[in-house]
């Protein structure tokens, strides 16, 4: 078991090298983009590979950010009731909330590993780029997904007064 300073430094190693490659994989697709903007509307003749690139590269974005929003509290929810709730009733809604998240994540990562191996045959059209490798990101966010949300679910439902 790790000492919790060594899980802290863990963490935090994961969650930065995550916002690194959302960054780097941003900065790729504002590049794709205006390549082939500008190949469009100068050359008239945009490459094929931009478009796909890009696209690419909004999905990875999109699925890594996912664990940022669950880390952070910032994914969609709907909190008309939670306020009115009793503190347990608030405890229990928390934690089934929680427990949903992490199916779902969970569910990701399984179907995600199934799409990898599929991909790992398959190849995209534009660039020739081995899809395993695009489809890759699905088990890799839904399990940075798994572990914000049980890590979050701890953390709210023990300012809630318990566990």
């Not at 697709?29 to 590979?49: D, G, H, S």
């Not at 009115?84 to 590993?113: D, H, N």
Request: glycine content about 8%; proline content about 4%; aromatic content about 10%.
């Amino acid at each position: 078991m790790m000492s919790p300073g060594a899980t802290d430094r863990f963490l935090r190693s994961i969650r930065r090298s995550v916002e690194i490659t959302i960054v780097t994989l941003f900065a790729l697709l504002t590049i794709a983009v205006f390549v082939q903007v500008v190949a469009r509307y100068v050359f008239n003749q945009p490459p094929t590979w931009t478009e796909e690139l890009a696209r690419f590269c909004q999905v990875w974005i999109i699925l890594l950010a996912s664990s940022i929003c669950l880390r952070k509290g910032r994914h969609l929810a709907v909190d008309y009731v939670g306020p009115a709730l009793a503190p347990g009733a608030r405890r229990a809604v928390a934690m089934i909330t929680g427990y949903l998240i992490a199916i779902y994540s969970a569910t990701v990562v399984i179907w995600g590993v199934r799409l990898l191996i599929i991909g790992f045959v398959q190849t995209s059209p534009a660039m020739q780029l081995n899809m395993g490798l695009v489809y890759l990101v699905f088990p890799i966010a839904g399990g940075l997904m798994l572990m914000e949300s049980i890590l979050a679910t701890r953390k709210h439902v023990r300012e809630l007064g318990g566990l």
